[in-house]
């Protein structure tokens, strides 16, 4: 059930439009359900349609004549709460009807339960569906009703509502959302033909500059670079930076000037003191060329977002909202950085998660600055032309987004949750692109039959509850070339898929060939191991778990290995 509130000072007009069947035509045998004492007139039961309605607007009005005489009524003196149930909901009774109205108006302070002096109210049923609760907002020592979020105390007897008589559950926020356009700013963005109001076209750029910079002067620097925006700072009288604000050239006010929007207009997370705060969390990114001792700062960030699900499930909730604001700005400039066939999904990604970066949680942006860094250094180098990194940094960011809903649904923050869902479903569709070459290259490089055999021991040793998916999937041809180059380049294979799967478990995965694939190209990114190093661990490792790597030998060599099936 959704609740709209809104006030005004015309009781006699709200009356007549709530009982109005001529002019709006949905309005069909209005009536009253519920009143403040049970005993008010109804127009809608009456011979005498017009004399019944002015009786019923004096009841309502006596106290408020009452105040005014003694100069202290409210200027705005009714209350207007409509409720509609959802579609999908079942056509209550009037008496449930009347149920549900007596509880708002109580849990809202119009009418507390048990308060002789509640304000005066009616609600009035004119559709199936809906009903509408008017009340004058005076109580019976003629004082103002005590009505202070009446909007959030009304939803949240709304949802108690719904769970109670087993009605839709309607997705509720946390007031930690970015302001939605107005009415006037969505038809004005459709005469000039975008489509996008100001106001969203303006919080996807800050949010991309945001995710760019390195320090304030360099947000400033790059939004004051941006075509089609505009930039003021505002300054205390000291001179020292006190905001900023920021305008789209095309939209303009009847007289031709610009609609300025400040940082905390556009998203709460996008205020000056807030972007500051996160810029100062950045760690810093060693210079210099990537080589095999040093990983390309792609396979820093995708190896930092690889940790995400794990930090989410600890139980430090600041840390977690840091990570995912983190992930929110490798979103948000990822765009930047990928081809232009994907630049759309990747656009729709950052848009939909930016409203899973926020919640009721205060983040502790330290915990991020390692992702922070390693996106604003993939900025700052040449994009690889190899698809297979992009790719890998994709798959990574699903199994964030799959875990950001997870964490975000144990905390019932309902609205973080569809959008973290809505961003799976974008970044899913953009890595379907992504993945098609590097795993077709990947693919004619695989391995003879008898290299892939020594493989499959070693995947039934590392994932033996996953092989027969793993053999299956079309990426298995893939999984194998990636593991046969790691190997020629000095790597223990075995030791390496191990490493991929303890890295994070496979549960999340719908197809862990390529997961696996992606893994295991990073992890031998770097450079392989001395064989003293080697020996050195393979004597700790024995020492430590003699009797079950002798077992787990002994089961590998005498289980049956199924063959895979050459592509």
Known sequence: MIAKISGGKDTAGLIRYLFDTEKAKDHVDPHL????????????????????????????????KQARRLGHAP???TWHCSIRAAES???LSDEQWADIARRVVAATGIAPEGDPDGCRWVAVRHAPDHIHIAATK???????????NDYLTADRELAAVEKEYGLFHVIRGDRTAAKRPTRAEQEK???AGHDKPARERLRATVHTAVAAATSMEEFVHLLSHIDGVLVEIVHFPSGDVRGYKVAAEDTTTAGKEPVWFSGSELAPDLSFPKIRMRLESIEPHAAGQPGRGRPTPWHQATASMERIPHHLDRTDDQASQAHLAAFGESLDA???????????????AASAFERATRSRIQAEHHHGRALRGAV???????????GATLAMFLDAAIL??????RWHQVRHHDQQVVAARQTLLHLQAAYGQAEVAPLAALASRCPPQETVDRHMLHLRQAVPDRLEQIIEDPAFDSLTAVLAEAEAEGHDPERLLQQAVNHRVLDDARRPARVLTWRVQRLSARPAPSARANAAQARSVTAQHAGPREHAGASVATSQTPRARRR
Do not use: C, Y
């Open 33 to 64: 359900v519920a009143s403040w004492d049970g005993f008010a007139p109804d127009p809608g039961r009456t011979d005498n349609f017009d004399a019944t309605r002015r009786l019923l607007v004096a009841d309502l009005d006596l106290r408020v």
């Open 75 to 77: 200027e705005k003196h």
């Open 89 to 91: 909901d079942r056509i």
């Open 138 to 148: 005076v109580r019976g020592d003629l004082r103002p009703a005590r009505h202070w």
């Open 189 to 191: 963005a459709q005469r």
């Open 334 to 348: 990822l765009p930047l950085l990928a081809p232009r066939s994907l630049r759309s999904q990747l656009r729709e």
């Open 376 to 386: 604003r250094a993939m900025l700052r180098e040449p994009a690889p032309k190899d």
């Open 400 to 405: 964030v987004a799959i875990a950001a809903a």
